[in-house]
């Protein structure tokens, strides 16, 4: 993780959640993530079957130069990258993994810019399926932030966390199997295998480009 709103959004859910795979939506106190409020979102699951934003931080409404707000976050990703995306909420919402995407937020005129987001799972009426929730912060953030929307975004890279001690190299082949080939790590030929690594300091397994965290509580 490498912006700090990322870091501070994380270590508040883990704290939230305690025992539980995920915590309750009504548990979470705007308050308590002030450093990471503008670069917040929570999604919601609408009747086709994909997210759209509920709600979503000022800074993250910036770089698209719109409100976000009842917009659809499946179609912000390029045509090639949905069915990652898909899967890997997939992970986040089923399995109850914590998803860390980086991408490239392209304007009209080409310019670029790298984004990291985070999506975590979260309870609403008893279910993790329905909501998300999550942060987008620029890497770099360029001077023409706010002044140039992104119009279309494409994954650089993928990580999969779960925060408890489980293996879930099964999911993890599922995701990596759904990224077009031309993103990171990727591993040339065959079936994916695990590849020790380290990742945030931690000792991780890799897929592809995936990096498998174990545990996390941490």
């Not at 898909?86 to 490239?104: G, K, S, Y």
């Amino acid at each position: 993780m490498q912006k700090q709103s990322t870091k501070a959004l994380y270590q508040y859910w883990n704290t939230l959640r305690g025992a539980r795979s995920a915590p309750d939506r009504r548990d979470i106190d705007p308050t308590k993530i002030r450093s990471a409020l503008a670069n917040t979102f929570i999604l919601e699951l609408n009747e086709t079957q994909e997210f759209d934003f509920r709600l979503a931080g000022s800074h993250i409404c910036s770089a698209y130069a719109r409100e976000l707000k009842g917009r659809s976050f499946t179609r912000l990703w390029h045509p090639r990258d949905r069915d990652a995306m898909e899967t890997l909420v997939r992970a986040v919402t089923e399995d109850h993994a914590v998803a860390l995407v980086t991408f490239q937020g392209i304007t009209a005129i080409n310019t670029r810019m790298s984004i990291e987001a985070i999506l975590l799972p979260v309870r609403h009426n008893g279910s993790t399926q329905t909501r998300l929730l999550g942060a987008m912060t620029a890497v770099d953030e360029p001077y023409w932030f706010g002044a140039q929307p992104v119009i279309e975004q494409r994954i650089t890279g993928l990580r999969l966390i779960w925060p408890d001690d489980q293996s879930h190299a099964e999911i993890a082949r599922d995701v990596a199997a759904q990224v077009p080939h031309d993103i990171g790590f990727v591993e040339t030929g065959g079936a994916h295998r695990p590849m020790a690594a380290t990742v945030f300091g931690r000792q991780a397994r890799r897929y592809a480009h995936l990096a498998v965290i174990d545990g996390g509580r941490q």
